[in-house]
């Protein structure tokens, strides 16, 4: 079973619509659910962090997590072109290490 | 806003030779880290450091990877005799205080190893 897992996409979303990003994770007993963005060649980019079940909101973004179903989302709501790049969902298990999933390709088209 | 700097973006080494990577971190940030993306894989951790000792660390991060923080700015990756599939991208990390705390990452440096 894989650690952290998310659907590689592409997941495609007309401009000005709300894209649903969505990633499972195996351990338990994980703490804390980080999303990054990552362009293409370019670095993960923090953009939402989630530490209790519920929702989290911070502008257009809304992370969502559930500890009982193992899972955790991001809502991006008026999805724009320059949104377009991959998602990744990380995890903090027990320790310091982060774990990633593989990431959502996200294409938003005008 | 405050930002980890990674040197050099690029490094192209002959296979068989090392290779340092720099990182400066977030200046107020206590726990560093390296993580690798082979290219078209997932990020993987390679280790964690704190309080000038590595406190965590992968099954990737063997007798080949060490680092180090030789002042109090910079943070190390060194690669010895250097193989193939080391060819990655290395990003540099850093958090506050408490572990659990969203970790920033630096622009990271191509390594092609020839």
């Known amino acids: 079973q894989k650690e952290v897992e998310q659907n590689s996409g592409p997941l495609s979303v007309p401009e000005g619509a709300i894209a649903s990003l969505n990633c499972t994770y195996s351990?338990?007993?994980?703490?804390?659910f980080f999303w990054y963005r990552q362009y293409s060649g370019k670095s993960p980019e923090l953009i939402m962090f989630i530490y209790s079940n519920g929702d989290k909101e911070d502008g257009r973004f809304t992370a969502q997590l559930n500890k009982a179903s193992q899972y955790v989302s991001l809502l991006i709501r008026d999805s724009q072109p320059s949104d377009s790049a991959t998602y990744l969902c990380?995890?903090?298990?027990?320790?310091?290490?982060?774990?990633f999933g593989g990431g959502t390709r996200l294409m938003v088209k005008p | 806003e405050p930002e980890v700097t990674q040197t050099p973006s690029h490094q192209v080494t002959q296979m068989g030779q090392e290779v340092i990577l720099r990182c400066v971190p977030i200046s107020n940030h206590l726990y560093f880290y390296w993580y690798r993306q082979i290219l078209g894989q997932k990020v993987e951790f390679l280790v964690s450091f704190y309080n000038n000792e590595i406190s965590e660390k992968s099954e990737i991060f063997d007798d080949q990877f060490s680092v180090e923080r030789p002042d109090g700015s910079n943070f190390t990756l060194k690669i010895r005799s250097t193989k193939l599939e080391d060819s990655a991208m290395y990003f540099c990390a850093s958090s506050e205080q408490l572990s659990y705390q969203p970790q920033h990452f630096g622009d990271g440096t191509r390594l092609s190893i020839l």
């Open positions: 990380a995890v903090n298990r027990r320790s310091n290490m982060l774990t």
């Open positions: 351990d338990r007993g994980s703490q804390s």
